[in-house]
């Protein structure tokens, strides 16, 4: 048994202090998890043992604690000088000629199991390294395509040299380590030729709300310092775990990345810089642009691993451990391989029963957007750093705008108000260090240093969902705090309002007992962006039309492929957020000038005077200009269900004006595959007609439950136009009139043994029209999720009173 050379077989996630955390990592999976079909290349440590060796032989310590005990980390210029040094005395230090043999011997090893061609990974692995409290995420140097025994021994004494970057230093100073005590061991493990695959990073939650039920995982074309460093903008996949773990295995919702360029293996060797320019950048080519970089069976194998790797360190210490990972495909065997874990160390690590939501309460210009990171909003002036050489002229509390930032800038970093940068992905540098500051950042922007170079003021908010918006000058905003512990449970349920998928996983946290509408609207306007028709008839649509139609549905099998997967990943996303709790799913409910504002839309639509109550919801279902329309959503809708696992999924029908109406619309669902009743499929109706409520009786023997819809309730019972300004004094929800139609609603579905719900904004805008839905008993109001928590509060006070007077 060597004490300088460790392999992976021998050690675990005990050996942190000898192996560094990495290495660690490595040893744990390849022992525990190779035998769970997780693929881990093998590999030694050089341990740090070897490390303090190679310092004490070469008389080093004296000089380096000279250099660092009375260092200004705060002081850039001072920082970067004594770095520099630093790096010089241990990069000249020579490796003491026993623990090169050894080094050597294990490297002959590694050969006899891989064969001569082995090619080589030598990975800095700190002491100090992937602990809960501090990720040392990139401080420290990887050297990839090492092939030869110099080659690998530069490497070492590179990685051993890269303890002491100025980024290290000062982020040791953040975190309170001693800058001598966190020795440096180092991984040699074979390379898995991700050069000619895929790569990339992924997480077993959601990095920007902490949602623990995805897993969340990126990837881009070539070995994978692209996506950690944040140079290109990455593909990206979640997986939803417990229906995983249910069998099914699908995509939960994915997001095609431009990935520019990919680091692949260099031709030629810089003998001036040897062991960093084995790698080298080469352009995507547009077929990669346009085309996820693995398939969805290799998703699955990733957020297999994802699960496992969480699983076995929560098992062993007891509680949940979300981790962080790094992955790599070979393109010789086609395998997908783990690479690192580590526990994730930023949205696991809070505590306590505060929501924290932050909220714009203005609007402004926007500016620049991009991949929205954390959930805070931050502002001040904008200050644009070029290069590392400018660092020293960033000031405390401005905006921080860069082309990409490298873990050097850390220092900056720390005491910026927000950070913006072009490119990247959420598990760029830039990303996971503004997390763990806890300062919002917007990444992937393209065009942020292009526009905001002289920009003045700006708002930065990642409080919109996961699209974040750099806004013109400083605008209002609040921080709203809400101790859960203190919520009432009410008998009532209490239910929210959602659309975005993308703010999905951010309001998950949120005290409900469901989602009481789901709009398909928003889907179908933003993500799809095209008309239904037009994608199932491109040929009836002119030649330009048919070329945006091309683009973007370019990475799917076909056009109407693009469609049910997008719409039926943006759904089963919001469906995942209450999962297994009920999610009301409405069908879509555009009007017809709606609907011509979609891509290639004017194609399909007939212009209408009156569109509120025109040819919109169940009319459209089964008529012979959108029938199959309907069936692509009838099919999406069906894969949410039966094959991406959310049963907790009822449907529900717009504007059913009639009984015969709403039979045909139910007709029309089974004829599609969504038959009423099989695997526990419920179909709801919208009661927002008068003549819902006239033939409750009637229509409660097609449909299972109803959902008031207060707005064109209210429209349709006081003849208002809820669209005209003109006569907006006439529109009230609190009017006696509309007020006995919903409770004739209510007693219709209690009458009939149906479920009753309400889903307008009245019981959260007038205290009294909750009260009024409290007394008549209604099952479940829903409302806006910014709402959710004052009307919980509420209705607790009112059911309490409602209890004591009776």
Partial sequence: MSKNIKWFSEIGIEDVAEVGGKNASLGEMYQNLTEEGVLVPNGFAITSSAYVYMLESNAAWKKLHELLDDIDVNNIDELQSRGKQCREIVYNCNIPDDLKAEILKAYEALKKEYGDSLSLAVRSSATAEDSPEASFAGQNDTHLNITTADELLDAYKRCLASNFTDRSIHYKNDNNFDYLKVYLSVVVMKMVRSDIGASGVMFSLDTETGFEDVVFINAAFGLGENVVQGTINPDAFYVHK????????????????????????????????????????????????????????????????????????????????????????????????????????????????????????????????????????????????????????????????????????????????????????????????????????VVGCDNATEVLSDAGNVTVSCADGEEGHIYEDLLNFEIVKTNLTNLPKTKTKIMMNLGNPDLAFSLASLPVDGIGLARMEFIINEYIKAHPMALIHPDKVDSQTRKKLEELSEAYSSMEDFFVKTLSEGVATIASSVYPKTCVVRMSDFKSNEYATLLGGSTFELKEDNPMIGFRGASRYAHPNYEEGFALECKAMKRVRDEMGFSNVILMIPFCRRVAEGQLVIDTMAKYGLKQGENGLEIYVMCEIPNNIIQIDAFSKIFDGFSIGSNDLTQLTLGVDRDSEVVAFDYDERDEGVKTMIKMAVEGCKRNNRHSGICGQAPSDYPEMAEYLVDLDIDSISLNPDSVLKTIQNIGRLEKNLGDKK
């Fill in 242 to 441: 417990p229906t995983y773990n249910k069998g099914f295995k699908n995509v939960l919702k994915r997001s095609l990345g431009s990935k520019e360029k990919k680091m692949i293996f260099a031709d030629t060797i810089n003998l001036d810089n040897i062991a960093v320019e084995y790698t080298k950048n080469i352009p995507s080519t547009q077929e990669e642009q346009t085309h996820f970089c693995i398939t969805d069976e290799e998703v699955m194998v990733l957020a297999d691993y994802a699960i496992k790797v969480e699983n076995h360190y929560s098992k062993k210490v007891g509680f949940t451990k979300p981790m962080d990972m790094e992955w790599a495909k070979d393109g010789l065997d086609g395998q997908l391989y783990m690479v690192q874990a580590r526990p994730e160390t930023v949205e696991s690590q809070k505590k306590g029963n505060i929501l924290e939501i932050y909220h714009l309460k203005e609007k402004g210009k926007i500016l620049v957007k991009g991949s929205a990171i954390g959930t805070k909003i931050g502002q001040g002036k904008v200050h644009y750093i070029k290069d590392v050489r400018d660092l020293n002229q960033f000031r405390a509390g401005e905006v921080l705008v860069a082309d990409t930032t490298n873990p050097d800038w850390e220092p900056i970093m720390k005491i910026a108000a927000a950070i913006i940068t072009n490119k990247g992905g959420r598990t760029c540098h830039a990303a996971i260090l503004s997390r763990e500051l806890g300062i919002p950042a």
